[in-house]
């Protein structure tokens, strides 16, 4: 497993365009729905866990590191644990609005993810489950 983790001081920015964007959520929700446990906030970032099977670790492992290069300030750290993958994200405080976007993307499929504009007014509407 790959290790994409870079300690920065990245702006906090997303250099998707809208088309992008809708693009990488339809990936993540794809994932989701086949592969997810479950996902978590933690006081520093998130953890998402994965059933490894079909492949699914290096299909995990392409998307996060396509996510770090739209969004340096995240840093992700993917690995198997036994029959799992664990991703566990990790970001600066002001980003916190972003790790919500994210997680949104593995929880209910009927929550709304946070759009592009939700993330540009700072909206942390967003909701995931909070652990410490």
Do not use: W, Y
Not at 49 to 68: P, Q, V
Not at 83 to 108: H, M, Y
Request: charged share 30%; hydrophobic share 40%; glycine share 6%.
């Amino acid at each position: 497993m790959k290790k994409l983790t870079q300690k920065t001081n990245a702006s906090i920015v997303c250099s998707l365009d809208a088309a992008g964007l809708a693009e990488r959520i339809r990936d993540f929700r794809a994932l989701a729905a086949s592969q997810l446990i479950r996902a978590e906030r933690t006081h520093d970032g998130g953890r998402i866990l994965f059933r490894n099977s079909d492949g699914a670790a290096d299909r995990i492992g392409e998307l996060f590191a396509l996510e770090k290069e739209c969004c340096s300030f995240f840093d992700f750290s993917v690995e198997l644990v036994d029959d799992t993958i664990r991703v566990t994200v990790k970001a600066p405080e002001q980003a916190g609005a972003f790790v919500n976007a994210l997680l949104e993307n593995f929880s209910k499929p009927t929550a709304r993810p946070a759009s592009a504009a939700d993330l540009q007014r700072g909206d942390r509407s967003v909701t995931a489950r909070r652990t410490r």
